[in-house]
């Protein structure tokens, strides 16, 4: 049965891409197809059928969204929660617009980085490195609390658990946040799988980041450029062996926007083929969806142009590009159109956007959209 699916899957493929050679996939068509690949924030806490967020939903069948509390440069303003009612809400417009169902992601870890806070009614969840100090059986109770409140109020793919290891004392947006569950990788393998397997009993998506490792870099990505060239160790692989070792189906790895000469000589990881396809799917044998880090972050967006990253990113292996819209603003219709021009002018092939649309769809497929 497995090799039917795949021979099937192979055969889509390649009557996609005859049409398409072939001029029978017109531009709405593809540009949908390009929009399933794109999760993307916007600004309102309400929306309305003029809201561009909507008409991009509508217009692009867009594969998600991400949720901010408050915007990166004024954490006093509300950017899309104000509480758990209007949360619900938001979810639930969202939801009723999307004719397939939506990604609706939020960066849940516990501890600094949570969206949802306990101001607004939402659950108190430890960091990683506290909740590592407890047991198996602790965390579990935790993540079991964690993820049903994220089902009740429409939430269903959380980028977490992190998974580097804290290598690096001097590193602030892993180590010294404490996001890390500790520097053995068999111990943050246990302690992530114990996030997911509390996520998925919800249908809810999770996510391994950020690969190949962030924990032993020393600068941050959301600043600038990061090498981890003579600090990265290969032992900072094993968490995603292991994990990839259990049949997680509503899982995403995210990759890092980390240099490493001894991966790859010339692209940080999320623009990397090395990285994203000889490394992540052919050698450690992952078959799900790759998804960016924020493409607005400055080790991308400060050395690369956009039309340059989302080629290098798609062509390299990456499934669904993330553009929070929090470090800058880039409209959906000129992401969209960037990458529709380089599939026509064949800098990205059509094999690249079916498979995509492939791997999203099986992973949509295990999330389930709640009737409120």
């Avoid at 900072?236 to 995403?252: A, D, G, H, R, V």
């Avoid at 490394?279 to 967006?301: C, E, H, P, T």
């Amino acid at each position: 049965m497995k090799k039917l699916s795949i021979i099937i899957m192979f055969i889509l493929v390649f009557l996609q891409s005859f049409a398409f050679a072939n001029n029978s996939i017109d531009e709405n068509t593809l540009k949908k197809m390009i929009g399933k690949m794109l999760i993307v924030g916007f600004n309102e806490s309400k929306i309305n059928e003029k809201s561009k967020i909507v008409k991009d939903i509508k217009k692009y069948n867009l594969g998600g969204v991400i949720l901010f509390d408050r915007y990166y440069n004024n954490k006093d303003k509300i950017k899309n929660i104000s509480s758990l009612k209007q949360l619900k809400e938001l979810t639930t417009t969202l939801q009723n617009i999307s004719k397939e169902p939506l990604i609706i992601s939020i960066d849940q870890e516990g501890g600094k980085v949570a969206r949802l806070k306990e101001n607004i009614g939402f659950i108190k969840t430890l960091s990683a490195k506290d909740i590592a100090s407890n047991s198996l059986e602790n965390a579990t109770i935790t993540y079991d609390k964690l993820a049903k409140n994220l089902r009740d109020i429409g939430i269903n793919c959380n980028f977490a658990p992190v998974v580097d290891l804290s290598i690096e004392p001097k590193n602030y947006v892993i180590n010294q946040l404490h996001r890390s569950y500790g520097k053995n990788p068999i111990k943050v393998s246990k302690y992530a799988q114990t996030f997911i397997s509390s996520l998925e009993k919800q249908k809810i998506i999770s996510t391994l980041k950020h690969f190949p490792g962030h924990g032993s870099s020393t600068t941050d990505s959301h600043k600038g450029f990061v090498d981890v060239s003579n600090t990265w160790k290969e032992k900072e692989l094993i968490p995603y062996k292991q994990i990839l070792k259990n049949s997680n189906k509503s899982m995403m790895i995210m990759t890092a926007h980390v240099f490493n000469k001894n991966l790859d000589s010339k692209y940080p990881a999320t623009l990397s083929k090395k990285v994203n396809t000889q490394l992540l799917r052919n050698k450690l044998n992952y078959k799900g969806v790759i998804i960016s880090d924020d493409m607005q972050m400055k080790a991308i967006s400060s050395h690369y142009s956009l039309e340059k990253s989302v080629v290098l990113a798609i062509n390299s292996g990456v499934d669904i590009l993330l553009f929070g819209n929090q470090l800058d603003y880039i409209s959906t219709d000129k992401i969209i159109n960037t990458i529709y021009k380089n599939i026509k002018n064949h800098n990205i092939s059509i094999q690249k956007i079916v498979l995509a649309n492939k791997r999203i769809d099986t992973l949509k497929s295990t999330i389930k959209t709640p009737s409120f």
